[in-house]
RNA sequence: CGGGGUGUGGCGCAGCUUGGUAGCGCACUCGCUUUGGGAGCGAGGGGCCGCAGGUUCAAAUCCUGUCACCCCGACCA
C-alpha cells in the first residue's frame, strides 16, 4: 500500500508547541507523531504509531532470540498480589488505584512482578519446566508526581518487562547475561548512543543491576563515567577508590586548639589560616577544607523498627553529602536530618565541633568516607564549643565503625577502576536488568520439585525496556535544525516520494515510480498534494523519512533526486533506474 | 510538596495597566493567479475570553474565590 499525503492523517505544524521544552517533544508534536490528551498522557498518530510499532517489532525479535516467550497481562489489576509483597502500600502515591462499582480495589500495573510470579507459580511445577522467560509488552501506569518531556516521562506508556525464572543462581547469571546481550543488539540496531551503567537496585532487592542509558543532554538521569576507560556508573553506584593506608607513627600528637566562632568548614579554615588570629599556636601550614573532617549527624530508622537509631557521618570537609548516595547506601533503612530536639537530647553532641570522641564515647555508630584511612590526619571537631583538634590521625585517635559511599562524586574524581577520572553526564534510562532474586517468589511460594523430589525456591530476574520512550529517545539523538532523521530501521517509511511540480508527466512518473517502490516492498510515502515544493521539502524533513526522492524539473533530462535525510546529500539518478536504487538503498 | 508562570477560535500569541462588548499570524473553506524551498490577491467559516461569584449602566480587562495546565526543584524508575 503507497500512503499517500493528500490523505494521510497528519497536521504538521509550522510552530513549536507552547508546552513542550526539549526537542524530541517538539518535534514529535510538530512533525505530527503524537499529540498530548492529558499530563502524561499522549495519543499515537499514523506516523507515531509506526514507529513505535516498529521499535516493538525489534524488542520481540530479540526477545524471542533468547527464546523469551510472549504473553499478555491485563493493565488492570486486582489488589490481592500486590498486598501479598507488600508493593500495594510501598509503591505509593505513585500506583494509579482505582475501585469498581462493588468497591474492591484494584490498580493500573506499573510492573508486574507479581502476575509472572503467580502464572509461573499456577503453571510450573517440575525442575523439567525450567529455566524459562516470559515477557510482554504493555502498557504501564504510573501516577508520576510530575510527567515532563513529552512522551520521555509520561504516566502511561509501553514497556517490554521480562522475568526469569531460574532453579538455581547461576541460572539466574546466565539469564541475566542473555537479557543483557539482547538489550545490546536491541539497541545498537536502534543506532543508539547508550551506555551502561552499574546501578543500585534500589527498594526491588537483588543484587547484580545495570541500566542502559541513552546519552542525552536533556536526560534526567545523571551519570559518571572515566575519560580513559569504560567505566560508566550511576553516581549512587560509584565505589570511591581508598588511598593506601599510612603509617600512624610518623604523625604528630593530636592537640586540641582553642578556634572561635568556627561552626562551618569555611570559617574553621579562615581561621586556622589567619595567623594572625591564632593566637595560641601558630601551626605554621596551611589547611583547605579537605584537611578537615566534618561530622554529619543523621539518624536511620531500619524497616519495621519504631526508633530511630544516631548515625555520624565522618567525610572530608570539602565534600557535601549527597542525599541519594547516603540513601543508597543505608538501603533499606530511612535516614533523616537531626532536628533540634534531637541535639537537645543528646548534650555530647555540640552543633559545629562534633568530633569522633564524643561519638564513640556515646555509643554512636561512626561511618566515614572511605579516604578517610589509617594514618590520614584531620581537623575536626573537639566536642566542645570553639574548639577544634589538630592531627587527629584515623587509627590511632580514632577508629570509625566503617565506611560509607555518602559524599558526592564530582568530576575529576579518580575512576574507580582506577584508569582516568570521571566526568559528569546526562542519560535517558532505556533499559534496566536486574536479578532480583527469591524477593517474589518467597511472597507466593514459588517452588519446583528438584530431581530428588525436594522443594527448590525459584530465583528471578526482572528486565525492562521502555519502548513508548525510545520513540523519544531516538528523536532526541536523531534530529536537525530541520526536522526528524530517523534511522532506517525504526522509520516509518522507507521512503517519501515528493512530487515537485504539477504536470502531468510528473505526477505520472512519480505515481508509477511510487507504484514500482511498492512492489518491490519498500514503504513508499507519497506526497501527492497540491501544495508548493517548499512546503513539501519542509515537511519531507521535519517528518524525517531517511531517504526523499524528487520528482521535478530533472525530469525532462530523465532524472530524479533522492537525497539523504541525514547528510543532505543529494544525487541524480536516470527514471529508469530509480526504482532498483533505492530498493538496494533501502535493503541496505 | 516548595518556587515560578500561564489560561483568549485547531495551533502560536496580542489585548488587561487606563472597563465600552474581541484581534493578529498559522491552519481551514471558496475564487483567480502562482508552482524547486513553508506563494500572492480577494472573499469567508470558526471564540459563552478556564470556571463561579462580586463591583459597575457596562467586565477578556477591576475584586474575591476556585479549577486546570506548563516550567524548575523535591519525589519516583
Redesign the pocket.
Known amino acids: 500500500m503507497i500512503t499517500r499525503m493528500s490523505s494521510l492523517f497528519l ?11 526539549v526537542p524530541s517533544h517538539k518535534l514529535l508534536v510538530r512533525a505530527g507523531y503524537v499529540r ?1 490528551v ?3 498522557g499522549y495519543s499515537w498518530l499514523p506516523l507515531g504509531l509506526r514507529v513505535l510499532r516498529r521499535i516493538e517489532d525489534i524488542v520481540r525479535d530479540e526477545m524471542n532470540g533468547i527464546g523469551a516467550q510472549e504473553i499478555q497481562f491485563p493493565a488492570l489489576l486486582p489488589r490481592e498480589p500486590y498486598e501479598a509483597t507488600g508493593r500495594w502500600t510501598e509503591y ?1 502515591d ?1 500506583l494509579f488505584r482505582l475501585k469498581d462499582r462493588k468497591g474492591l480495589d484494584y490498580l493500573l500495573g506499573p510492573t508486574h512482578e507479581e502476575l509472572f510470579a503467580l502464572t509461573a507459580k499456577s503453571e510450573l511445577s517440575s525442575y523439567k519446566d525450567y529455566p524459562v522467560i516470559l515477557y510482554q509488552i504493555q502498557t504501564k501506569y ?1 501516577d ?6 513529552g512522551i520521555l516521562r509520561g504516566r502511561e506508556f509501553l514497556m517490554k518487562d521480562s522475568y526469569s525464572f531460574d532453579l538455581s543462581d547461576e541460572g539466574l547469571e546466565r539469564s541475566y547475561q542473555l537479557h543483557r546481550d539482547a538489550y545490546v543488539r536491541i539497541f545498537d540496531r536502534l543506532g543508539l548512543k547508550y551506555v551502561i551503567v552499574k546501578a543500585t537496585s ?3 532487592g537483588g543484587s547484580a543491576s545495570e ?1 542502559f542509558l541513552a546519552e542525552a543532554p536533556t536526560g ?2 545523571t551519570y559518571v563515567r572515566s575519560t580513559e576507560s569504560g567505566f560508566a556508573a550511576n553516581v549512587e553506584a560509584v565505589v570511591t577508590p581508598a588511598p593506601p593506608a599510612q603509617s600512624t607513627e610518623d604523625k604528630p600528637a593530636a592537640q586540641a586548639h582553642p578556634t572561635p566562632d568556627t561552626p562551618t568548614i569555611e570559617t574553621l579554615v579562615a581561621f586556622l589560616n589567619d595567623s594572625s588570629l591564632n593566637t595560641k599556636a601558630d601551626l605554621g601550614r596551611t589547611f583547605t577544607a579537605a584537611d578537615t573532617l566534618k561530622n554529619v549527624l543523621l539518624k536511620v530508622r531500619r524497616p519495621g523498627d519504631e526508633e530511630w537509631q544516631l548515625l555520624a557521618v565522618g567525610l572530608p570537609g570539602d565534600r557535601e553529602v549527597d ?2 548516595r547516603l540513601e543508597a547506601s543505608l538501603e533499606p533503612a530511612e535516614v533523616a536530618m537531626l532536628e533540634e530536639a534531637d541535639f537537645a537530647a543528646n548534650p555530647f553532641l555540640v552543633k559545629g565541633y562534633i568530633g569522633p570522641k564524643a561519638l564513640q564515647d556515646n555509643g554512636v555508630r561512626y561511618l566515614v568516607d572511605p579516604r578517610v584511612v589509617t594514618g590520614t590526619a584531620w581537623v575536626t571537631g573537639a566536642d566542645k564549643v570553639d574548639h577544634h583538634v589538630v592531627d587527629l590521625v584515623c587509627g590511632r585517635d580514632f577508629t570509625p565503625d566503617g565506611t560509607i559511599e555518602a559524599a558526592e562524586v564530582r568530576e575529576g574524581d579518580p575512576s574507580p577502576d582506577g584508569k582516568g577520572t570521571l566526568v559528569a553526564a546526562r542519560g535517558i ?1 532505556i533499559g ?1 536488568v536486574f536479578q532480583l532474586g527469591r524477593k517474589y517468589a518467597d511472597a507466593f511460594e514459588l517452588d519446583a520439585l528438584d530431581e530428588n523430589s525436594k522443594l527448590v525456591r525459584i530465583t528471578m530476574g526482572s528486565y ?1 525496556v521502555g519502548v513508548s520512550r525510545l520513540v523519544a529517545v531516538i528523536a532526541e539523538q536523531s534530529h536537525d535544525e ?1 526536522g526528524l532523521v530517523w534511522p532506517r530501521e525504526v522509520a516509518p517509511f522507507d521512503v517519501t516520494v515528493v512530487i ?3 504536470s502531468d508527466e510528473q505526477i505520472a512518473a512519480a505515481e508509477k515510480i511510487a507504484d514500482e517502490l511498492d512492489s518491490a516492498g519498500v514503504r513508499v510515502l507519497l506526497d501527492d498534494r ?1 501544495a ?4 513539501k ?3 519531507a ?2 517528518v524525517g523519512v531517511p531517504t526523499i526522492l ?6 525532462a533530462n530523465g532524472v530524479v ?1 533522492v ?1 539523504d535525510r541525514r547528510s543532505g546529500e ?1 544525487e541524480e539518478i536516470a527514471v529508469d533506474g530509480v526504482v532498483g536504487h533505492l530498493t538496494a538503498l533501502v535493503r541496505g
Do not use: C, W, Y
Request: proline letters at 7%; zero cysteines.
Open positions: 497536521r504538521t505544524l509550522r510552530e513549536d508547541p507552547a508546552d513542550a521544552e498530548r492529558a499530563p502524561g505509593g505513585s504510573r508520576e508526581a510530575r510527567p515532563r518531556a534500589g527498594a526491588m541500566e534526567e538521569d542525599q541519594k534510562e534496566h525492562g530541520h515537485a511540480g504539477k497540491k508548493s515544493p517548499g512546503v521539502f519542509a515537511d524533513e521535519l524528487v520528482v521535478g524539473r530533472g525530469l533526486e537525497k543529494r
